[in-house]
């Protein structure tokens, strides 16, 4: 296995210190010393705390994001990038929690999340319709798309949130219950073959 270089390690640290503390407690000088580097150090390769949760949000995309041919087009292929998807989301899970503040803090930032959103919302709308496609779904109107989509995004993007403001531990399975939101929205929308194919997946 390669040997981390100095910018991966930086990286690796402020990822573990954002997810213990915040991005806030969490300054470029605790990062450098739980590296035992000196500030200066850090900062030739990052300018500062804004420049590494850019960083690290690049990082979270390149292990979430899938090319339009990947995506996923039967329920149990739906399944599985969820499972995977819970594992990211909650090794990056610092980045959801503080969203909304991270994106009034770095404009740069906000305008690259934006776009991805976007897309995000049309690769996902892509889905359900591969998934009505092949059998799965059957969707009665053009705005219950819509509405799944909004569905996902939301709980993608705010399900730490909801946890929090409900006083429940954000742990690694409270976070993926998330995806069990989803799964119940869509669930009166799934056709026979697609609620075998769950139950399948599920024994």
């Known amino acids: ?99 909304l503040f991270l994106l009034s803090r770095d404009p740069e930032l906000k305008t690259r999340y934006i776009k991805e959103n976007i897309a995000h919302k049309q690769r996902i709308r892509i889905v359900f319709e591969q998934l009505s496609a092949n059998g799965y779904l059957d969707i009665p109107a053009d705005h219950v798309y819509t509405q799944l989509v909004d569905t996902v995004l939301l709980c993608n993007q705010f399900w730490h949130s909801h946890l929090e403001t409900l006083g429940i531990e954000v742990d690694e399975a409270n976070l993926a219950g998330g995806f069990g939101h989803i799964e119940g929205a869509m669930r009166p929308y799934l056709t026979a073959k697609a609620l075998d194919e769950l139950a399948a997946i599920k024994i």
């Open 1 to 99: 296995m390669p040997r981390l270089t100095t910018k991966e390690k930086i990286l690796a640290a402020a990822l573990k210190l954002f997810n213990e503390k915040n991005t806030q407690a969490a300054t470029t000088n605790h990062i450098a010393a739980a590296l035992g580097i000196s500030p200066g150090n850090l900062h030739y390769h990052f300018k500062n705390r804004e420049a590494i949760v850019f960083a690290l949000y690049e990082q979270l995309l390149s292990k979430s994001v899938l090319a339009r041919s990947s995506l996923p087009a039967t329920i149990t292929q739906v399944h599985e990038h969820q499972l995977y998807l819970a594992q990211v989301y909650w090794t990056y899970r610092f980045f959801n929690r503080e969203l």
